[in-house]
């Protein structure tokens, strides 16, 4: 398994865009995505898209036209790009390795709390 | 926005044993495996089983998956105390062309 290690922005104004940045500890084998998921205070989790280690691109539908990711392989790490954020995006963002070949996350960041207030 | 139902708790007394459903259709988990994921208080998710009954290392044998059509469930044979969490299904939808959670359940021991 790997470690994943996030960070990022904790308070933004609506309009603002949210940007956050994983980076990943340990060795991963091809077959493996990057993932974003969120998780609004209290409730349940929402898949927010996933990018291959070659840049190849998913997104939830609901997000499609305001979410855009990035991978930097030399440095290990993936972004998270939500540009308009309004209130309903608060939530809690984690970063997750998705196995594409057998479709489960294994390894998951401890998790980002943005807030989006004015 | 799930578009895999579970119901919201579930509970049982240290020793019971507890079943969780996941209901999807056939795009999602009928035609894909299904993961869980226990998710603690205040902690990330972690992956409890995938491929719909096959659990990572370090995952108690007390847990079990399986799948009927579209539907699945995960069991808990002998609950703990530490047992006390969020549970998620989740697997790819092929109509949605993406990652699809499930309501979530609450466990109480």
């Known amino acids: 398994q790997v470690q994943l290690q996030q960070w990022g922005a904790g308070l933004l104004k609506p309009s603002e865009t949210l940007s956050l940045t994983c980076a990943v500890y340990g060795r991963s084998s091809s077959g493996y995505y990057w993932s974003w998921i969120r998780q609004p205070p209290g409730k349940g989790l929402e898949w927010i898209g996933e990018?291959?280690?070659?840049?190849?691109?998913n997104y939830s539908p609901s997000l499609r036209s305001r979410v855009s990711m990035s991978v930097d392989t030399s440095k290990n790490q993936f972004s998270l790009k939500l540009v308009s954020v309004t209130p309903a995006d608060t939530a809690m963002y984690f970063c997750?390795?998705?196995?594409?070949?057998?479709?489960?996350?294994?390894?998951w960041g401890r998790g980002a709390l943005v807030t989006v207030s004015s | 926005q799930s578009v895999l139902t579970q119901p919201p708790s579930a509970s049982g007394t240290p020793g019971q044993r507890v079943t969780i459903s996941c209901s999807g259709v056939?795009?999602?988990?009928?035609?894909?495996?299904v993961s869980w994921y226990q998710q603690l208080p205040g902690t990330a998710p972690k992956l409890l089983m995938y491929?719909?009954?096959r659990r990572p290392s370090g995952v108690p044998d007390r847990f079990s998956g399986s799948k009927s059509g579209t539907s699945a469930s995960l069991a808990i044979s002998g609950l703990q105390s530490e047992d006390e969490a969020d549970y998620y299904c989740?697997?790819?939808?092929?109509?949605?062309?993406?990652?699809?959670f499930g309501t979530g359940t609450e466990v109480t021991v």
């Open positions: 056939y795009s999602n988990i009928g035609d894909n495996a």
């Open positions: 997750a390795r998705y196995s594409g070949y057998e479709l489960f996350l294994d390894s």
């Open positions: 491929n719909t009954d």
């Open positions: 989740a697997t790819w939808d092929d109509r949605l062309n993406g990652f699809v």
């Open positions: 990018i291959s280690q070659s840049g190849s691109t």
